[in-house]
């Protein structure tokens, strides 16, 4: 008797090695996909990682050019005062006097030091009010609560549009570098306010809740879209934003032509106020 294997049993061995040549080729397929993946999620986990560190690192360089630019207005403001201030009103004496040594037949020379003095007096202003506006000096005099109040008046007695403030923080004291972030969302919206909104009423308030001090200035105007709300071109609103969250704040914007604009800033109670922990 022949020892040669039936040739179905011949089949049958090779159809068992080709399934086992699959099986291994199906399992080092499944490896190699399992070990892509693997891959693919450690690289996605370190590139969040990443974004996270390059976010957590623009913030800190916007604070740190928030506050270089208030420390930059600080001294502007200063040598404004000081030099341009001085120097201005050492020649409105001046004129004062000469116009005191003049004779009544010199009307000319009067007239001319009357508009002179009208024109160093407009100068006087001017740089006053630049000082104010690159240093809020009011802030150190007054405190934020009423430098918030006279905002609201001077808001309304140059726009027309009625303006209320409402807190409940009145006694409060305030770190210098939130009240000046707040004092400047502040005045960024009411900017907003009259150039944009065509509205009739402003509100805005600044209370202490249990979750962080909530700053919300409102309007009844047309509301703003959301493609101006997160543009690039959108430099004021970007602003507030990033003075928001360079306090470890969250700030929202938004509203409708039926409801106006609703602008609400949140901020730790530890980063407002002074002698809280942290």
């Known amino acids: 008797m022949s020892d040669q294997k039936p040739p179905y049993s011949e089949l049958e061995t090779k159809m068992k090695e080709a399934e ?5 080729l199906r399992t080092q397929q499944v490896d190699a996909i399992v070990g892509e993946r693997h891959i693919m ?23 740190y050019l928030l506050s270089a630019r208030e420390n930059e207005r600080a001294v502007i403001a200063r040598e404004l005062h000081d030099e341009f201030g001085q120097a201005l009103t050492s020649l409105h004496l001046g004129l004062s006097w000469i116009s005191r040594k003049l004779t009544p037949g010199q009307r000319p020379l009067q007239e001319k030091i009357r508009s002179l003095s009208a ?16 240093r809020p000096g009011v802030l150190d005099e007054l405190g934020l609560v009423k430098t918030l109040k006279s905002e609201a008046r001077e808001f309304e007695g140059h726009t027309g549009i009625h303006c209320r403030f409402k807190t409940n ?42 979750n962080g ?27 507030m934003r990033e003075r928001a969250l360079a306090l470890g704040g969250t700030f929202t914007l938004g509203g409708s032509g039926s409801k106006g604009t609703i602008l609400t800033v949140q901020i730790p109670l530890s980063r407002v106020f002074i002698g809280t922990s942290r």
């Open 20 to 24: 086992e040549l699959i099986h291994a």
């Open 213 to 239: 001090l909530i700053l919300s200035v409102t309007d009844n105007g047309k509301g703003i879209s959301r493609k101006l709300v997160y543009g690039h071109d959108s430099l004021g609103i970007t602003g």
């Open 169 to 210: 923080t009145a006694k409060a004291k305030f770190e210098r570098s939130a009240a000046v972030a707040i004092f400047r969302i502040v005045q960024a919206a009411l900017t907003n306010v009259a150039r944009h909104a065509h509205a009739s009423r402003a509100r805005i308030a600044l209370m202490k809740r249990k």
């Open 119 to 134: 024109t160093t007096t407009n100068l006087m202003r001017s740089v006053k009010n630049i000082a104010s506006e690159l």
């Open 41 to 63: 999620l450690v690289r996605l986990k370190q590139a969040e990682e990443n974004l996270k560190s390059s976010r957590n690192q623009l913030r800190a360089l916007t604070s």
